[in-house]
């Protein structure tokens, strides 16, 4: 795939909510407040008519609880989205290159600036370290997240996966030696599926 398709696939709002999806975005403070106008409101309505009182004035003030509390956590809802999808170096396509395999684990680099799609620049980074070392170092963390490695030069990321994970979404990565990755933050960066880039 060129770097100018991967480009547009970034700017897709549809392809990032499908993967914002699977983080946990909506872990916020600001999610409370709604929810409980929502949950009053909801208690309220329904106590009425359990005690057939639904059709009398004591509605009114559940009814706009109800309202509000729903048009607020949408709001919220929709900010909570577009905060997290346009975080700086969030939601970046990187071209991942494994550097090795340990116990069933593939490690990959990748790197997250503007050359994230040139696969001779990543290429030649990953001749220039030491992979057994780095993996020996690294092994347990880089399967629960993303370590950004500082080296003279320059600054790249390591990331262990799961190599019938690998398989599973993008059964073409052997014969290219690179995959995609979505690049969220440093525990969520999933490996792109196959058919997001058809």
């Not at 990748?110 to 980074?125: A, G, S, T």
């Not at 001749?127 to 020996?136: H, L, V």
């Amino acid at each position: 795939m060129k770097a100018s398709k991967y480009s547009e696939l970034e700017k897709e709002y549809d392809f990032k909510k499908s993967y914002l999806n699977s983080t946990p975005w909506w872990m916020s403070i600001l999610l409370v407040p709604p929810s409980c106008f929502l949950f009053v409101g909801l208690i309220g309505i329904l106590y009425l008519f359990h005690n057939d009182m639904l059709v009398s004035f004591y509605l009114i003030p559940y009814i706009v609880l109800f309202l509000l509390g729903t048009v607020w956590l949408k709001t919220i809802r929709k900010y909570l989205q577009k905060a997290a999808m346009s975080a700086p170096g969030a939601f970046h396509i990187c071209l991942a290159k494994p550097i090795g395999e340990k116990n069933g684990y593939i490690y990959t680099i990748f790197v997250n600036d503007n050359r994230r799609h040139d696969k001779y620049h990543i290429d030649n980074l990953a001749k220039s370290i030491t992979a057994e070392s780095m993996i020996e170092e690294h092994e347990n963390s880089a399967k629960k997240k993303t370590i950004l490695i500082h080296d003279d030069d320059s600054n790249y990321y390591l990331r262990a996966y799961f190599n019938n994970d690998i398989t599973k979404r993008n059964a073409d990565w052997k014969t290219d030696d690179f995959f995609p990755v979505l690049y969220i933050n440093e525990k969520h960066t999933p490996i792109v599926k196959k058919a997001h880039l058809l």
